[in-house]
């Protein structure tokens, strides 16, 4: 069967939604998403379609736009941005059912649209500008669009081709993307080629997809392993996955992650208070999802130009969500692995081989009460946040000097939530 597949970004949608909210036009406005209240160095999450006009690239540094340009700074608000992008998934619905919509991104979604063009007697073309026309007069977030006859195809439509044309809806076929696209430059542009793998291919004198599409298959193999098939499948427009197939993967393991990047090099001691903290809020996302586990991995970054991160996964006699067992396991791991030579910049904790609480287990040492009851205390905890908020309920820790907990419950994402609004007067500007 023959697809036809749409992809639908949301034209800077942080800034835009900042734009909007202030009853401003996102494409005149200069406005960049960035947290004020951090250093010139803190990176901007969005920039306005102005400003990106003026050459200000999205994700830069503050101090790296140029002084002579006049903006608006907007504080991040993540909460803010998540309801609009909910808000938009919904008109999404109105023409689409769920089961052919791929939510790839907060600002970006796939559409088989295959099985509605006879139902609407519309082309792909059109049905996407109702769709993108729905978005602005509700939102009034502006859309571009990528059409395609598979999802890489749909992809590339909309990343390359789609700023090169006034109603910004590009099209590609593996005929037209082979027509159009295959000398193309720099391969950074195309979906699934980061900087890595454009190096590396550099060196084997690849810099376009014909190339690529044309090099030996034994040496892409030999080079780039079980990848070389993506690579050898996108070089000719290729893509065999659909959403059906998304919708139907299951992955073999489960995991539960948490991590971040301090704000400044911490020492051993307040290193462990924030492994604490995060210990205990992943043993409580557990309980929260009726999962357990049985291995914990920890991550530790150091200060710049030091060493190498620390890295160990360690594998528990419980299958288990007691907050009690995860947090002793995780200091001693921690204990284990930091170098206290260095200051702990970076730390990523994760849960795995997670599954339903059905596979909870215990060993000859578990005290079966004292983990029960951990576990009711867990539940009360997690009772009284959801009412009253994530920092209703906080331990003598999250006081001292380092922790995190406390500021990490008002962010999403490691950015604020949001909650406050602006009015006139109010718009910190530079």
Same mark, same amino acid.
């Given at each position: ?21 202030? =009853? ?25 379609? @102005? ?26 608000? %993540? ?37 509605? $063009?006879?139902?609407?007697? %519309?082309?792909?073309?059109?049905? @996407? ?16 669009? =990528? ?48 900087? =890595? ?6 060196? %084997? ?80 996302? $557990? ?13 530790? =970054? ?45 730390? %990523? ?33 997690? @009772? ?47």
């Amino acid at each position: 069967m023959n697809h036809i597949y749409l992809c639908i970004d949301l034209k800077s949608f942080y800034a835009s939604v900042e734009c909007v909210a202030r =009853g401003l036009d996102p494409m005149t406005t200069n406005l960049v998403v960035a947290d004020s209240s951090r250093t010139e160095k803190t990176i901007c999450l969005a920039v306005s379609p @102005a400003l990106k006009a003026l050459g200000v690239k999205n994700r830069c540094r503050v101090f790296e736009i140029p002084k002579h340009i006049n903006y608006i700074m907007a504080t991040p608000r %993540m909460q803010e941005y998540i309801n609009v992008s909910a808000s938009i998934y919904a008109i999404y619905l109105k023409y689409i059912s769920k089961d052919d919509i791929h939510v790839y991104s907060i600002d970006e979604a796939f559409l088989d649209i295959t099985n509605y $063009l006879s139902l609407y007697h %519309m082309s792909a073309k059109e049905l @996407a500008v109702m769709i993108m026309d729905d978005i602005y007069q509700n939102t009034g977030i502006t859309a571009t669009a =990528g059409i395609g006859t598979n999802m890489y195809l749909t992809k590339i439509a909309l990343d390359i081709t789609a700023k090169h044309v006034d109603d910004h809806i590009g099209y590609l076929d593996e005929e037209l993307f082979r027509k159009t696209l295959w000398d193309h430059q720099p391969l950074t542009d195309f979906w699934r080629i980061g900087k =890595g793998i454009a190096k590396h291919l550099a060196q %084997m004198h690849i810099y376009t997809m014909r190339q690529l599409a044309h090099y030996n298959e034994d040496e892409l193999y030999r080079q780039f392993g079980i990848d070389a098939e993506l690579l050898i499948d996108h070089a000719w427009g290729r893509e065999s996955v659909t959403i059906a197939d998304i919708k139907h993967f299951a992955p073999k393991n489960h995991s539960l992650t948490s991590g971040q990047v301090l704000s400044r090099d911490y020492s051993f001691e307040e290193g462990l208070i924030v492994v604490k903290e995060m210990a205990e809020d992943l043993a409580y996302e $557990l309980v929260d999802a009726r999962l357990v586990t049985s291995q914990i991995s920890l991550m530790l =970054g150091y200060t710049k130009n030091t060493r190498n991160p620390s890295r160990k996964v360690i594998t528990l006699s419980v299958n288990t969500s007691s907050s009690r067992i995860l947090v002793d396991e995780t200091i001693k791991l921690y204990q284990k692995i930091c170098d206290k030579r260095y200051g702990v910049r970076r730390m %990523m904790l994760a849960y795995l081989r997670v599954e339903d609480e059905m596979y909870e287990s215990y060993d000859l040492f578990s005290d079966q009460e004292a983990i029960e009851e951990d576990k009711k205390l867990a539940e009360v905890t997690l @009772a009284i946040r959801k009412k009253f908020g994530a920092n209703a309920l906080l331990k003598a820790r999250d006081f001292e000097r380092g922790a995190t907990a406390k500021e990490r419950h008002e962010q999403i994402g490691g950015h604020r939530k949001g909650d406050e609004t602006w009015e006139d007067g109010q718009l910190p500007t530079r």
